[in-house]
C-alpha cells in the first residue's frame, strides 16, 4: 500500500513539473513589415523607444540594403524599428529635396507613431551623405519635430572639390576600367550641375557636407550637439593596388579632415572609428567600401547609451 502511494506521489510530480514546462514557452514575435515605393520599415511589436533610419549607397535600395547590412536580427532583438529608404542616387541634395525628404520622413514617422522616439540617422557612401544633410536640415527646421538624435556615416563621399579633383585624377592613370568609368561620370556630372571649380568653389561648399580646401563646415552647423561616428577602412594597400590611389585620394582621407576639424570647433560628439580588414561585401569580395566596417553590436551599443 505504501509503494503504491508512493507511486502515485512521483507520477503526480513529474506531471506537474511537465506542466510548468509547457506553460513557461514563449512564443516568438514578429516585427511588422510594411512596405511602400519609398521605404520598407521594420516595426517593433513591443513598446520600442527607439528607430533606425537607414540609407543605401549610390543606387542601392532596401534589399540591397539587407542584403549588405544584415542589421534587422539585432535591431529585433534589441526592440529598435528599422526604416529603410528607397532613397539614392544623390551626392547632395537641393533645398527642394531636403524639404521633401524631411516632410516624409515627418510623415511617415508620425503615421505609424514613431516620431516620439529616439532617432538615428545613417548611412553607406552616398547614403551617409544623405544623412548628414537631412539630420543636419531637419535640425535647422522648426517645422520638423522629429530631429536625430545620433548621425552616423560609413565610407562616405563628403568632399564634392576632392571628389572632383580625384576623378580628373583616376581618368589620367588609366589604371582601372571601373575608376575610369566612375570618374568619367562624376566630372560630367559636376560640370553639368556645379560647373568648372577653377571659376568657383562656391558651388562645391554650397552643396557638399565638407569642403577640406576651404575647411568649409557651415552644413553641419545643425549638428553641433548631436551624437556624430564616422566609419572608415583607411586600407591604403588595397586602394594602391586596386585602383592606384594614395591614401589622401580617399573618402577615408577627408572624413579624417572632416572629424579633426569639427573637433577643433567643439562639437562635443565626434567619433572616428576606424577599422581592419572587416570590408567585405555580401558576396564575399574584399573591399575597404563597404556597409560591413560598422560593427552592428557597437552601433546598437551606442544607439542604447
Not at 44 to 62: D, H, Q, R, W, Y
Not at 125 to 140: A, F, R, T, W
Not at 219 to 231: E, G
Amino acid at each position: 500500500m505504501n509503494k503504491l502511494f508512493v507511486l502515485v506521489v512521483l507520477l503526480s510530480v513529474l506531471i506537474s513539473c511537465k506542466s510548468e514546462k509547457k506553460t513557461s514557452i514563449k512564443k516568438e514575435t514578429k516585427n511588422e513589415v510594411i512596405v511602400t515605393d519609398n521605404f520598407e520599415l521594420i516595426k517593433a511589436t513591443e513598446n520600442s523607444k527607439t528607430v533606425l533610419i537607414l540609407f543605401g549607397g549610390f543606387g542601392e535600395n532596401p534589399t540591397a540594403i539587407k542584403r549588405e547590412f544584415d542589421i534587422l536580427t539585432i535591431a529585433k532583438d534589441n526592440n529598435i524599428n528599422v526604416l529603410l529608404m528607397n532613397y539614392s542616387k544623390k551626392l547632395w541634395l537641393l533645398e527642394s529635396e531636403k524639404k521633401e525628404l524631411a516632410k516624409l520622413l515627418q510623415s511617415t514617422l508620425e503615421k505609424h507613431n514613431l516620431h516620439k522616439k529616439d532617432i538615428f540617422i545613417g548611412g553607406f557612401s552616398s547614403g551617409g551623405v544623405v544623412s548628414l544633410h537631412i539630420s543636419n536640415y531637419i535640425l535647422g527646421k522648426k517645422e520638423f519635430y522629429i530631429a536625430p538624435k545620433g548621425v552616423f556615416i560609413a565610407d562616405s563621399p563628403i568632399d564634392l572639390l576632392a571628389l572632383y579633383k580625384t576623378s580628373q585624377l583616376n581618368i589620367k592613370n588609366n589604371f582601372s576600367d571601373v575608376s575610369v568609368a566612375e570618374s568619367t561620370w562624376v566630372l560630367n556630372l559636376f560640370e553639368e550641375t556645379l560647373g568648372n571649380p577653377k571659376d568657383s568653389i562656391s558651388n562645391y561648399e554650397k552643396y557638399a557636407v565638407y569642403t577640406s580646401e576651404s575647411d568649409y563646415t557651415k552644413n553641419l552647423a545643425n549638428l553641433k550637439n548631436t551624437k556624430l561616428r564616422f566609419y572608415i577602412e583607411p586600407d591604403s594597400i588595397w586602394w594602391k593596388e586596386n585602383r592606384n590611389r594614395e591614401f589622401n585620394q580617399t573618402n577615408a582621407f577627408y572624413i579624417q579632415e572632416l572629424s579633426a576639424s569639427l573637433k577643433k570647433q567643439n562639437f562635443k560628439n565626434v567619433e572616428y572609428i576606424t577599422t581592419e580588414n572587416k570590408g567585405y561585401r555580401a558576396n564575399g569580395d574584399r573591399h575597404p567600401h563597404s556597409w560591413s566596417i560598422i560593427n552592428k553590436e557597437n552601433l546598437i551599443a551606442w544607439m542604447m547609451e
